[in-house]
């Protein structure tokens, strides 16, 4: 993810002591903390973006509630639990929030298996969506999704082999799926600037390599899980 180069990015966006001091009636607080609430879902959402929309959703709200009235609201709602948050929540671009969701049944995930849904449940388990988070689970749907031919596992499995998450990092491995994801996609510029990233690190006859045996790769049909 690039970071704006414009605001350091050990600087919070908003002074807390100043927004500590304002007054602010109970009723105001109320309804903004709803607000934050009602466009929040259970997968993770920009904290810049919750704000914004909550904001357009209060248009009768005092001048003086600033976005940053409404980030420190978003902290708030986290630190009594009603969210859940990852990255630095005093940087609104760097940082997401979610609801919690509820616990998935072995029933329900039984039946994502048996729908065929493997890149469900790899962001269900990357995400610690509903279950406790676990990279070796999610790189195993994901790649029985990639190995059906599905371009989101195929990229997804690529970018656990780039960052090492459930898996030891290499980066052949990650050339391959996400070369794979790009050969599938109509649009191959996004998935393509992974490949180039990734590419930039091999050595041209690795590449050539990869690119053969990315052209010769098929499909495979049924569970393999």
């Not at 180069?5 to 600087?11: F, N, R, S």
């Not at 978003?74 to 760097?94: A, C, D, F, P, T």
């Not at 940082?95 to 616990?103: A, D, K, N, Q, T």
Request: hydrophobic share 40%; net charge negative; with cysteine.
């Amino acid at each position: 993810m690039a970071h704006e180069q414009w605001l350091d990015e050990d600087q919070d966006d908003c002074k807390g002591d100043e927004l500590d001091a304002m007054d602010v009636a109970e009723e105001w607080i109320a309804r903004i903390d709803a607000a934050l609430l009602a466009h929040t879902t259970t997968t993770f959402r920009k904290v810049a973006k919750i704000v914004t929309l909550a904001m357009q959703s209060l248009p009768d709200a005092p001048e003086k509630l600033t976005d940053c009235f409404y980030s420190q609201r978003i902290r708030h709602l986290v630190q009594s639990g009603q969210m859940e948050s990852q990255g630095n929540l005093r940087r609104m671009r760097y940082s997401e929030v979610r609801l919690h969701s509820p616990p998935f049944t072995a029933s329900e995930l039984e039946e994502f298996v048996a729908q065929g849904d493997y890149w469900k449940l790899g962001c269900i388990y990357a995400d610690g969506q509903g279950v406790a988070q676990d990279y070796v689970k999610a790189l195993k749907w994901f790649r029985i999704g990639a190995e059906r031919g599905d371009i989101w596992s195929q990229y997804n499995v690529g970018r656990f082999y780039m960052d090492g998450s459930g898996v030891q990092k290499n980066l052949k491995d990650a050339y391959f799926w996400i070369g794979l994801a790009v050969n599938g996609s109509a649009d191959k510029r996004p998935l393509g600037h992974w490949l180039e990233q990734i590419g930039s690190a091999l050595a041209a006859s690795e590449r050539a390599e990869l690119d053969k045996q990315i052209a010769a790769w098929r499909p495979t049909t049924g569970f393999t899980g």
